[in-house]
């Protein structure tokens, strides 16, 4: 069946539609998604309603695009941690080869460790980023190391088992070595001080800035992304840019996707989409930026393609400096029915945009080519694997969101299967003021949280834009706290607006209170499940959830707006007034814009070190405490699902799926298969 044919059905047949949507979530009910749960860590399923519905030509685009998504995988490993790919193929060449006791409490330890690295693509926690420290003796290690003969470690030229062991091992047990992959301490070179592989060991702070300043073009009204997809590095005294590329830095993964891209290409959907993949192709064999803006621009404009995609060095959130991106794919396919809730809002993109809070000077006069919808994940890769965002809003270079616009995803069959998971945790019940903030989380939460997500990607991202001459890299450091602000600012404002009953995106407003009860309770008190004692928030999300949560706080004691108040023994947070909370969000709001749009670096780092970074220490005690109760794991991610292609004389004549419960299986078969790149870069 073709995809007019398709869209044909549904379009006739609402009642059908509905009926078979009721269906499918239905069967996803009966699907089991936590699998596995360790450390701070629970590993999920994901199911793919829709797939037998996809035609086969559908389904071999979802099947090349997840072979490209996965061919990518060593790339964020190594953009991590130098000698993550080492360390990686040292752990498991010992789970494959040692002959020891498996069962004991060391090796136990082992296992855990190793699956922390996989989940983390690296040595440094997901969102921490502080080097995660093995539950294993160092001697341990060594004695795994020598009691697997038939292991293949990466040992250097010259090296002795025993040499490599000991000269690797500092990189694993040592806390003073690399113990940081971003550094977000002001007071430090945050280039020398962090261990992600962006920049060569010799290179600092003002360098990296003195050298891209050199290149840019202050009047250049369609800049680049300077700096985007290479690594800096020193020779001969003078700093260069190592290139990701073919025949550079990555190539042999990079031409892995690139041969995936190829067989994409001849089953896309239309010829924008063809066209988008040639020029990807394209960007990946010559490293040229202003390919790259082109694709994204093609990209961005095929709005009638049912499957899509985002594949490349995208998201720069693992940079200290905001510039350089992590690499990353996600694959998918429109779900046809909650993307009518995302149509509405692109569809009221300029009335949002015009009635928000901002000063004039900070609103576009046009806002282009809004697009949303609701998607089905069929596959993640890179540095959205094994965890994953919720939403992406893309492209983000400031000046092609003004000109073209922006595409928006909320990803519908993932948040699914986080509510799945939730739904029985406790953590409701443990950490909310009331019964009648449980009962209306319980009926609105979910619904609110996707218009949340929504709002978020597809207008907030989308909204505002710089003055003139203003750079998209001066707010340094702060840029993704301050974007991410920005953006939530915007969905929390407008979710008790009565625009959003009337638009019916919400069914009435107590869905909006229910967002607002979680969000505030989230960024004052539960998100620090997620933070090790005596730590600060450095992750850009927390920081920008905490800087709104208290900042509204403090600004609206006098009229008690937000309590914080003890009963039983335990903190809790409560709403007052609802109606002047989003008041302060507004005004948040508006000042957020202005330092984004003046790249104000001096307040908006004040702002975000004041009220988004330092943590009550005896709060967080308690809530460590009180969570610590439920059992639960603050973070979550997920094995894909496995696409298998049906054979007949050479050609491709379906795809099936099947959802493995093995994370450990997952990863072994992915290092097997997608191990592209040399362990030492």
């Known amino acids: 069946m073709s995809l007019a044919m398709v869209l044909g059905l549904m379009a006739c047949n609402p009642k059908q539609d509905k009926q ?76 494959n080869n040692y002959k020891g006791d498996r069962k004991s409490d060391q090796f136990n330890e082992f296992m855990i460790y190793l699956k922390r690295v996989w989940f983390s693509n690296g040595i440094h926690h997901h969102y921490s980023t502080d080097k995660i420290m093995p539950g294993f003796s160092q001697e341990y290690f060594a004695k795994l190391a020598n009691n697997s003969d038939e292991a293949e470690f990466p040992v250097k030229e010259g090296q002795s088992v025993e040499e490599f062991i000991a000269w690797i091992s500092p990189y694993m047990f040592d806390p003073t070595v690399a113990p940081k992959k971003i550094e977000t301490d002001p007071d430090k070179d945050i280039v020398l001080e962090s261990a992600t592989n962006f920049y060569a060991d010799e290179v600092n702070q003002a360098e990296v800035l003195a050298f891209y300043e050199k290149v840019k073009d202050p009047d250049d009204k369609t800049p680049v992304s300077f700096g985007l997809n290479s690594k800096i590095i020193k020779e001969n005294g003078q700093i260069k840019e190592e290139v990701y590329k073919f025949g ?34 394209g960007y990946y064999k010559t490293g040229d930026l202003e390919t790259w803006d ?41 779900n046809l029915e909650a993307t009518k809730r995302t149509k509405v809002i692109s569809e009221n993109a300029q009335w949002f945009e015009e009635n928000s809070p901002v000063d004039p000077r900070f609103k576009k006069k046009e806002v282009k080519g809004v697009t949303a919808k609701v998607i089905t994940v069929a596959q993640l890769g890179g540095d959205c694997y094994p965890s994953t965002p919720i ?26 299967a986080y509510d799945q998971v939730a739904m029985q945790s406790g953590f409701l019940e443990e950490f909310a003021a009331s019964q009648e903030e449980i009962d209306r989380q319980r009926k609105y939460g979910s619904q609110a949280d996707n218009i949340h997500t929504d709002m978020h990607e597809c207008i907030g991202h989308a909204s505002g834009q710089l003055l003139p001459g203003t750079s998209s890299e001066a707010l340094q450091s702060y840029s993704s706290a301050l974007e991410e602000s920005r953006a939530d ?32 309770r989230n960024g004052l008190m539960t ?26 706080y403090e600004k609206g004691k006098a009229d008690n707006v937000i309590e914080m108040f003890e009963k039983d023994g335990k903190t809790y947070v409560r709403i007052n007034d609802y109606e002047k909370l989003r008041e302060l969000m507004g005004q948040l709001l508006a000042e957020v814009q202005r330092i984004k749009s003046e790249g104000d670096y001096k307040t908006g780092k004040e702002l975000v070190e004041t009220y988004g970074v330092k943590v009550d220490p005896e709060l967080h005690a308690e809530v460590k405490e009180r969570y610590a109760k439920l059992n639960l794991a603050p973070y979550g991610g997920f094995v894909n699902p496995n696409l298998i292609p049906v054979e007949e004389n050479g050609e491709i004549t379906d795809v099936k799926v099947e959802y493995p419960d093995d994370y450990v299986g997952q990863m072994m078969e992915y290092s097997t298969n997608y191990s592209f790149l040399p362990v030492y870069n």
């Not at 492209?395 to 969101?401: H, K």
């Not at 969905?491 to 969000?519: F, N, Q, R, S, V």
């Open 248 to 281: 550079s830095l990555y190539a042999p993964a990079i031409e892995k996707i690139v041969y995936w891209l190829e067989k994409a290409k001849e089953v896309a959907e239309n010829e924008q989409q063809k066209k988008g993949f040639e020029k990807l192709i």
């Open 391 to 416: 939403g992406i809003n893309l492209p983000n270079a400031d000046w092609i969101r003004k000109e073209h616009g922006s595409k928006s995803v909320t990803m519908d069959n993932i948040t699914y």
């Open 294 to 334: 082109e694709y994204n621009v093609l990209w961005l404009n095929d709005g009638n393609a049912f499957v899509d995609y985002v594949n490349g060095f995208i998201e720069v959130y693992g940079d200290p400096l905001g510039m350089k991106a992590t690499w990353e794919s996600v694959v998918d396919f429109k």
């Open 489 to 520: 600012l915007f969905a929390l404002y407008y979710m008790m607006d009565p625009k959003m009953i009337e638009l019916g995106l919400l069914p009435k407003l107590e869905a909006a209170k229910a967002e607002y009860d979680g969000y505030i």
């Open 527 to 552: 998100q620090l499940t997620r933070i090790e004692l005596g730590k600060d928030i450095e992750q850009a999300h927390m920081r920008n959830r905490q800087l709104i949560a208290k900042w509204c």
């Open 20 to 95: 078979e949507d009721s269906k499918a979530k239905a069967k996803q009910d009966d699907f089991e998604y936590k699998i596995d749960q360790f450390a701070d860590l629970r590993i999920m399923r994901y199911h793919i309603p829709g797939w037998e519905d996809l035609s086969l030509k559908q389904k071999k685009l979802v099947y090349y695009l997840s072979q490209a998504a996965l061919a990518g995988r060593d790339i964020v490993f190594d953009q991590n941690f130098k000698y993550n790919l080492a360390i990686r193929k040292t752990l498991e060449e010992i789970y």
